[in-house]
Each structure stands twice: as structure tokens, then as C-alpha cells.
């Protein structure tokens, strides 16, 4: 997610740079100006990254559930997609700074909202509901500071029922960081966290504010999946994206079900474990600019993200073990501007956007779109609930700056139908689901919303 604010500063800094780099030619008494756009979040004054945090390097763990085979082919049929509305799903409710929805897997029909502030609230999943309880509140210990910072992802333990776990992804200061860490409930109240309970996981130093990611998710497999940004600034200014030695711009998964004293271990079929060199063994994939959302699609497994694009490109990605998305030498399906130099953008004259870099090696995303249609996309699920049997299988996903609400289906090798469903004239900086695989839209404006037939 990068907010309006957040964009507008991009811009603006995107402007400045690009005046400094006109470089301008006279050919026969015309002048040619190429611009090479860096757009930079923060200044791009970068100081060298501490050193990643290591827990010891892989270790030994139990025996991993195998991960479903995606079997696209064998779910139903999807209905040809049409046009829908969104309506309020909680008329009664309203929440600031909403970031992410999700529930524990404990038979309770109950529902959380992230707020980026630093609390988690809980209400009942009903629609005539009136009143949400807090949670979690650690204010005092969130900076929110920076608009992609704060309290910004929650999953409840696959055994939460018994053991009352569950982690947050959090932004401290200082030093400026992002902690991953797990918290319990109160003994006899199911509705309400410890705060004193908090057992840090896994601290991740940040050179800047923004791209922070922040999605945390359990796998089918029961394994922590952690989303990292590139680390921040615009551009990928300390070259994370492309640097497994780094967990910034990554996707990360970790067993957190059996290290002691609150820490994790590495899962033994992680891509990077046992390889030569100095890749981190907890990446699952990499290459990734601002990971805003991902999701397993519960019937086939498959891992879909969201990247949020730099100066042009919205991307939608499946998420593979090993996989490199191609950021920064890649923005969508693109080559990045910002890393050619000014002798190659020259010879590239006023041409249009460029696919002859070198691709060798990276994941093409499943679908991009450029910021004629939004600037910040926002990762959602494949639906699989019942109330809207034509979206079923279609990955429903949105546009945080536009409010534009896409659904594509897709045979396992290329998008088959992708429309445009609402504009919604939201800033949506998430969707949620619920236990019943019906899906929620958060919005800036304090509501929750869901999709519905015109």
C-alpha cells in the first residue's frame, strides 16, 4: 500500500530527479530531451543497511505438511464475470485506519480488523452488529509514523483454539525496524490479547519508512509466510530487491510451531537451504518492490501477491518457491528505467516502454496494469465463497489510489477473463475474508464494504 500522501511526495521527488537527468540533444536543429525517472519515496540518500538479523541459519524441523499441488483444472467452472456494487457489509461499524481483516481458525464466527495506529478489534460476523471490542492495543509501542508505517499484519496460530497464539507485524522506532512477533490471550477471554505476553520472533532493520510490506499468513502447510519491502526510497537504491543475501524484498517462510523461547526455525525444503553461497535460507521467493497483500487461494494452494510498481507498473503475481519477480530490473512486465543508464536510454530515444533487458531467470507477473487505471495496487483472494457464484475461482483484487476492483480467472498458464468489476471510488488499502470465504472490502473511510450484484 502507498497512500495518496505518500504518492503525492513520490511525485513530486520523482519530478525534481527527472529535472536534474533531462539530458538534451540538438539533431538537426531539434532538441531531443529523455528523461530517467527514479522516483524516490525518501531522499535517496541512503546509508549501507545493518546487516540482516540471522537466527543461527537453517535448523531442523518437523516434518512439513506437502504443500497442495494446484489442481486449477479440477474446480468448477467459473461463470462468465459481470459488473458489481459494493455495499456496506457492517453499516453499523466504523474503523480508522484499517489495513487488514482476518479470523482465527476456532469456530467462533469472529472477525479482526487491523488498525495501523497499533490495535486489533474483534466484533461478531453480523451484518447488524453495533459494537467492536479491542483486542490488542500496543500504541506505545508502534511507529506510525511514516504513512506504509505502523501495525500492519496479523495471523492467529493454526492452533489458536488450543494454545491462544497469535503474530503481529509491526513498525518500531529507533532504530527504525519492522518486528515480527507473537502474542496470547488472556487465560478465559478469548476477546482479549496480553500485551505483556509479546515474544519477538524476528527483528528486520529499515533503512527508510515506506515499502515495508507487512503481511503476515500461515500456509496450508502451517508454515509463517512474512511479506518484506525493498527496504524503501524509490528506485531500490542499496539493490535489495535482487539480493537474497537480504531479507528485504522478499517473501519469507519460517516454522514458528516448535523453536524454543519464541524464535523459528527453517523450514528443511525452504528453496535457499543447503545452496551455496549467502542467500537466506528463510526466502521463499524474492525480487519483490512492496509485497501489498497476498493470499493461498484455499481450494488449489496457489500463493498470489500483489507488488506495488514504482513509476508506471501495477503488478499481480503467483508466488513460487525460489521464484526472482525481477524488481528493480523489472517494473510489471517492463524493464525498469531507472536502472538504464543514460547511454542506453539515448540509444532507446523516445521509445515506449522496454522488454530487451535481460529476463533471464525471472518470473513474469500474471497480469500488470499501468497508472492510467491506479497507482498502488492492493492484493485480494481467489473467491470461494457462495453469495457470488459468477466471481467463483476469479481472483478478485483492487486499486488503493483509483478504487478500480478487478476480477481475472486464470487456467494455470494465462488470464482467461479479466474485467474491470466496480469502480468503487474507495481507497482500499486491503480486502479481507471470512471463514465462509466471503470477501470484504476496508476502506480510508472508516467502512467495511462487500461486493453485490447491481
Given at each position: 500500500?502507498?497512500s495518496?500522501i505518500?504518492?503525492?511526495?513520490?511525485?513530486a521527488?520523482?519530478?525534481i530527479v527527472e529535472s536534474?537527468?533531462?539530458?538534451?540533444?540538438?539533431?538537426?536543429?531539434?532538441s531531443?530531451?529523455?528523461?530517467?525517472?527514479s522516483?524516490?519515496?525518501e531522499?535517496?540518500t541512503?546509508?549501507?543497511g545493518?546487516?540482516?538479523?540471522?537466527p543461527?541459519?537453517?535448523?531442523?524441523s518437523p516434518?512439513?505438511?506437502q504443500?497442495p499441488?494446484p489442481?486449477p483444472?479440477?474446480?468448477?467452472?467459473?461463470a462468465?464475470?459481470?459488473?458489481?456494487s459494493v455495499?456496506k457489509?457492517?453499516p453499523g461499524?466504523?474503523f480508522?485506519?484499517m489495513?487488514h481483516?482476518?479470523?482465527?481458525?476456532?469456530g467462533?464466527?469472529?472477525?479482526?480488523?487491523?488498525?495501523q495506529?497499533?490495535q486489533v478489534m474483534?466484533f461478531?460476523?453480523?451484518?447488524?452488529?453495533?459494537?467492536?471490542?479491542?483486542?490488542l492495543?500496543i500504541?506505545?509501542q508502534?511507529?506510525d509514523?511514516g504513512?506504509?508505517?505502523?501495525?500492519l499484519?496479523l495471523a492467529?496460530?493454526?492452533?489458536?483454539?488450543?494454545?491462544?497464539?497469535?503474530?503481529?507485524?509491526?513498525?518500531?522506532?529507533?532504530p527504525?525496524r519492522?518486528v515480527?512477533?507473537r502474542y496470547s490471550?488472556?487465560?478465559?477471554e478469548p476477546?482479549?490479547?496480553?500485551?505483556?505476553s509479546e515474544?519477538?520472533v524476528?527483528?528486520i532493520?529499515?533503512?527508510?519508512s515506506?515499502h515495508?510490506?507487512?503481511?503476515l499468513?500461515?500456509?496450508p502447510d502451517?508454515?509463517?509466510?512474512?511479506?518484506l519491502?525493498?527496504?524503501g526510497?524509490?528506485?531500490?537504491?542499496?539493490?535489495?530487491?535482487?539480493?537474497?543475501?537480504?531479507?528485504?524484498g522478499?517473501?519469507?517462510?519460517?516454522?514458528?510451531s516448535?523453536?524454543?523461547?519464541?524464535a523459528y526455525l527453517?523450514?528443511?525444503?525452504n528453496?535457499f537451504?543447503g545452496?551455496?553461497?549467502?542467500?537466506?535460507?528463510?526466502?521463499?521467493?524474492?525480487?519483490?518492490r512492496?509485497?501489498w497483500?497476498?493470499?493461498f487461494?484455499r481450494?488449489t494452494?496457489e500463493?498470489?501477491?500483489?507488488d506495488?510498481?514504482?513509476?508506471?507498473?501495477e503488478?499481480v503475481?503467483?508466488?513460487r518457491?525460489?521464484g526472482n519477480y525481477?524488481?528493480?530490473?523489472m517494473?510489471?512486465?517492463y524493464?525498469?528505467?531507472?536502472?538504464?543508464?543514460i547511454a542506453?536510454?539515448?540509444?532507446?530515444?523516445s521509445?515506449?516502454p522496454?522488454?530487451?533487458c535481460d529476463?533471464?531467470?525471472l518470473e513474469?507477473?500474471?497480469i500488470d496494469?499501468?497508472?492510467?487505471e491506479?497507482c498502488?495496487?492492493?492484493g485480494?483472494?481467489?473467491y470461494?465463497?457462495?453469495?457470488l457464484?459468477?466471481?467463483?475461482g476469479a481472483?478478485?483484487y483492487?486499486?488503493?489510489?483509483s478504487?478500480?476492483i478487478?476480477?481475472?480467472?486464470?487456467?494455470g498458464?494465462?488470464?482467461?477473463?479479466l474485467l474491470?468489476?466496480?469502480?468503487?471510488?474507495?481507497?482500499i488499502?486491503a480486502?479481507?475474508e471470512?471463514?465462509?470465504?466471503?470477501?470484504y472490502?476496508?476502506?480510508?473511510?472508516?467502512?467495511?464494504?462487500?461486493?453485490?450484484r447491481?
Amino acid at each position: 500500500m502507498e497512500s495518496g500522501i505518500e504518492r503525492a511526495v513520490d511525485t513530486a521527488a520523482r519530478l525534481i530527479v527527472e529535472s536534474a537527468r533531462v539530458v538534451a540533444l540538438v539533431v538537426s536543429g531539434l532538441s531531443v530531451a529523455i528523461l530517467a525517472t527514479s522516483c524516490a519515496g525518501e531522499p535517496a540518500t541512503a546509508t549501507p543497511g545493518p546487516p540482516p538479523v540471522s537466527p543461527g541459519g537453517p535448523a531442523a524441523s518437523p516434518t512439513a505438511v506437502q504443500m497442495p499441488t494446484p489442481t486449477p483444472e479440477a474446480t468448477p467452472e467459473v461463470a462468465h464475470l459481470s459488473k458489481m456494487s459494493v455495499e456496506k457489509a457492517f453499516p453499523g461499524l466504523s474503523f480508522r485506519g484499517m489495513v487488514h481483516l482476518t479470523y482465527p481458525d476456532d469456530g467462533s464466527n469472529r472477525l479482526f480488523v487491523v488498525l495501523q495506529p497499533g490495535q486489533v478489534m474483534v466484533f461478531d460476523n453480523d451484518r447488524d452488529t453495533t459494537s467492536a471490542e479491542t483486542f490488542l492495543d500496543i500504541r506505545d509501542q508502534v511507529n506510525d509514523q511514516g504513512s506504509e508505517e505502523g501495525l500492519l499484519g496479523l495471523a492467529f496460530d493454526p492452533q489458536f483454539r488450543a494454545n491462544g497464539h497469535f503474530y503481529v507485524y509491526y513498525s518500531a522506532s529507533p532504530p527504525k525496524r519492522s518486528v515480527i512477533s507473537r502474542y496470547s490471550v488472556r487465560a478465559g477471554e478469548p476477546s482479549r490479547a496480553d500485551p505483556a505476553s509479546e515474544v519477538t520472533v524476528l527483528e528486520i532493520p529499515q533503512p527508510f519508512s515506506n515499502h515495508n510490506g507487512g503481511q503476515l499468513l500461515f500456509g496450508p502447510d502451517g508454515y509463517l509466510y512474512v511479506g518484506l519491502g525493498d527496504g524503501g526510497s524509490g528506485g531500490d537504491p542499496q539493490g535489495n530487491g535482487q539480493d537474497p543475501s537480504t531479507l528485504l524484498g522478499s517473501i519469507l517462510r519460517i516454522d514458528v510451531s516448535a523453536a524454543p523461547g519464541g524464535a523459528y526455525l527453517v523450514p528443511p525444503d525452504n528453496p535457499f537451504v543447503g545452496r551455496e553461497g549467502d542467500a537466506r535460507a528463510e526466502i521463499w521467493a524474492y525480487g519483490l518492490r512492496n509485497p501489498w497483500r497476498f493470499s493461498f487461494d484455499r481450494e488449489t494452494g496457489e500463493l498470489w501477491a500483489a507488488d506495488v510498481g514504482q513509476n508506471k507498473f501495477e503488478e499481480v503475481d503467483i508466488i513460487r518457491p525460489g521464484g526472482n519477480y525481477g524488481w528493480n530490473i523489472m517494473e510489471g512486465s517492463y524493464c525498469f528505467l531507472g536502472r538504464l543508464t543514460i547511454a542506453q536510454l539515448l540509444k532507446r530515444g523516445s521509445a515506449g516502454p522496454d522488454r530487451n533487458c535481460d529476463q533471464e531467470g525471472l518470473e513474469p507477473p500474471i497480469i500488470d496494469y499501468d497508472h492510467d487505471e491506479g497507482c498502488s495496487v492492493t492484493g485480494g483472494y481467489v473467491y470461494r465463497g457462495s453469495r457470488l457464484p459468477s466471481l467463483y475461482g476469479a481472483y478478485v483484487y483492487g486499486d488503493f489510489c483509483s478504487g478500480k476492483i478487478w476480477a481475472l480467472t486464470y487456467d494455470g498458464a494465462r488470464v482467461t477473463e479479466l474485467l474491470e468489476i466496480v469502480d468503487s471510488q474507495l481507497s482500499i488499502p486491503a480486502f479481507g475474508e471470512d471463514p465462509a470465504g466471503e470477501l470484504y472490502i476496508l476502506s480510508f473511510d472508516g467502512s467495511i464494504y462487500r461486493l453485490t450484484r447491481p
